[in-house]
C-alpha cells in the first residue's frame, strides 16, 4: 500500500466518524418544523386561487408579504421569515425557494415556473461543508424566466430579465437580458 493511498483511507475513516452538529440553532429548527407542518397541512393544499390565504400564512411565519403579492400553492419556501415580497410580485408554480439568507422580490419582480432561488451554499474549501448563506435580491419589474437558477449573494437590477433555464452566478445590471450557463448579456430591455 503506497502512502498516498494510506493517507487517503486514514482521511476517509475520520470523515466517517466525524459528527458535524447542525449549524442553526434549536429555535429555528422548531421554527422550521412548525413551518413543515403548516406548509404541508394548509398552504400547499390551498386552492391556487387563495393568494390572500398564503400571503396571510407567510405574514403568520414572519414574512413581509405586501397584500398584492401572488404565490401559488405549489412553491416551496424554505423559511417564510427571509422572505419578501412586495406589491405585484409574484412565485409561480413549483418555484423552489431556499431562502436560509433573505429572498426579496420587488415591485411587480415575477419569478416563473420551476426557477430555483438559492440562498445558500456551502464552501467547498472545507471538509466539514460549512453553509455559507448570502441573500438573493429581485429588483423592481425584473423577470426570471422558468426554470432558471439564481445563486446565493445575487442581485437582479430593475427591469432586468433572467432567461428561461439560465444560470445566473452574478449581480445582473438593470433593464438588461441574460441568459445562458452562466447567464451572459444578450442586449437592453427596451419597453415598447
Not at 400547499?44 to 393568494?51: G, I, L, Q, V, Y
Not at 437558477?149 to 445566473?168: D, T
Request: hydrophobic share 45%; aromatic share 10%; proline share 6%.
Amino acid at each position: 500500500m503506497t502512502d498516498q493511498n494510506l493517507h487517503f483511507e486514514r482521511a476517509q475513516a475520520n470523515l466517517s466518524i466525524k459528527v458535524i452538529p447542525s449549524s442553526f440553532p434549536f429555535w429555528q429548527r422548531l421554527k422550521r418544523a412548525l413551518w413543515s407542518v403548516v406548509y404541508v397541512t394548509l398552504f400547499r393544499p390551498s386552492p391556487k386561487s387563495c393568494h390572500f390565504w398564503r400571503r396571510w400564512l407567510l405574514r403568520t411565519m414572519g414574512g413581509q408579504i405586501d397584500k398584492g403579492a401572488n404565490i401559488h400553492p405549489s412553491v416551496k419556501i424554505w423559511a417564510p421569515w427571509n422572505l419578501i415580497m412586495q406589491r405585484l410580485s409574484c412565485l409561480a408554480p413549483h418555484v423552489d425557494c431556499y431562502n436560509v439568507a433573505s429572498i426579496e422580490l420587488g415591485e411587480g419582480a415575477t419569478v416563473s415556473q420551476y426557477s430555483y432561488l438559492c440562498a445558500a451554499t456551502h464552501d467547498y474549501s472545507n471538509l466539514d461543508l460549512p453553509l455559507i448563506a448570502a441573500p438573493i435580491s429581485i429588483g423592481k419589474h425584473a423577470w426570471v424566466c422558468a426554470d432558471a437558477f439564481v445563486g446565493p449573494g445575487v442581485h437582479v437590477g430593475e427591469g432586468a430579465v433572467v432567461g428561461a433555464r439560465s444560470s445566473v452566478y452574478k449581480h445582473v445590471d438593470p433593464w438588461v437580458v441574460v441568459a445562458g450557463n452562466p447567464a451572459r448579456f444578450l442586449k437592453k430591455r427596451t419597453l415598447r
